[in-house]
């Protein structure tokens, strides 16, 4: 789901979304990425974006390359839909 908001400093885009558990297949949980990598590409890039959901992903500590999505605030381990999310981030 996606909600455009005009604001007076220009538009803002919320994407709510909420990936498949770790008991999905991965071709399922690869299909889920893709629709939502078209979603997120439909958004012009002069809005600001606000991506929210569950995506039943860990990131991770491990912050080296994915510097401009991931902080070095994460905990644990990262894990396979914790790797598709960091590539839909990028």
Known sequence: MSL???LDTGYVTLIRAYAPT??????TKE???RE???LL???????KLVLLGDFNARVGCDYTGWEKVLSHHG???VNSDGILLLITCT
């Open 22 to 27: 770790m008991t999905h297949t991965d071709a």
């Open 36 to 38: 939502l990598d078209k």
């Open 75 to 77: 905990i644990g381990k």
């Open 41 to 47: 590409q439909a958004v012009p890039r002069s809005d």
């Open 4 to 6: 455009c908001l005009h």
């Open 31 to 33: 299909q889920s990425y």
